[in-house]
């Protein structure tokens, strides 16, 4: 069935710091793929999203690129910044009549001062 | 335009009890997919509903249920409560369904613990 592996965390990085954090899928045919931010007790928040072979994903520094031929869409910022802090989830989607999110086991990411 | 609204925000109830979680979608959304949320099993799809209908359901046990009315707010029930559904409750809306490239937009969630 479909899957999502995510890079174990925590991540713990220095402020101004680059991120990489490595998110592969397996799926059939063409999902979309996501992620999310989640902050110490609030909900899911949409960072970014990709629907086809090399989209690129951006919002708020943060970036992604379908890349369809290693199955992976790694989420990168170039500089981060403490309020960045947070647990990030990288989810995929599939057509076929029903909307249903499956999630990695999301990344804690801290950053230090 | 306002967000997904879920209440209560938290609630603690017992063992055998039974508890149900509401959701509004963000305004002329239709569809609601709920997700449950616990550190040993990660995020996992509970069900989705599209115009009053259920359309797909996740693998839990029968004692979860939902439903949605008329104006797309839908509500999630748990009867006869275990320890183990003790989560974080995800409810997500959405305008349309089956399309991969649809966004699906969260709310807070409701807190549930078990004594």
């Known amino acids: 069935g479909d899957s999502v592996t995510q890079m174990e965390g925590p991540v713990t990085l220095s402020e101004e710091a680059f991120l990489t954090i490595n998110c592969t899928y397996t799926?059939?045919?063409?999902?979309?793929l996501f992620w999310y931010v989640q902050y110490p007790g609030e909900g899911l928040q949409l960072l970014l999203k990709?629907?086809?072979?090399?989209d690129k994903g951006s919002n708020k520094g943060f970036e992604a690129t379908y890349r369809k031929e290693t199955t992976s869409f790694h989420l990168e910022k170039g500089s981060v910044q403490v309020s960045d802090s947070a647990v990030y989830f990288c989810?995929?989607?599939?057509?076929?009549?029903?909307?249903?999110?499956?999630f990695g086991a999301g990344t804690r990411l801290a950053v230090h001062p | 335009k306002a967000g997904v609204t879920q209440t209560p925000r938290y609630l603690i109830k017992t063992r055998g009890q039974q508890v149900t979680l509401s959701c509004s979608p963000i305004?002329?959304?239709?569809?609601v997919s709920w997700y449950q949320q616990t550190p040993g099993q990660g995020l996992q799809f509970l069900f989705e509903?599209?115009?009053?209908?259920?359309?797909n359901k996740g693998n839990f046990p029968g004692r979860f249920s939902g439903r949605q009315f008329s104006n797309s707010r839908s509500e999630m029930n748990v009867s006869t409560l275990e320890l183990g559904d003790s989560a974080l409750y995800l409810c997500?809306?959405?305008?349309?369904?089956?399309?991969?490239?649809?966004?699906?937009?969260f709310g807070p969630g409701t807190r549930l613990l078990v004594l």
């Open positions: 997500a809306s959405s305008w349309r369904v089956g399309e991969q490239e649809e966004t699906q937009y």
């Open positions: 305004s002329g959304h239709r569809s």
């Open positions: 799926a059939t045919g063409y999902p979309s």
């Open positions: 509903y599209f115009s009053e209908t259920q359309r």
């Open positions: 989810a995929l989607q599939r057509s076929g009549g029903y909307n249903k999110l499956i």
């Open positions: 990709a629907t086809k072979a090399d």
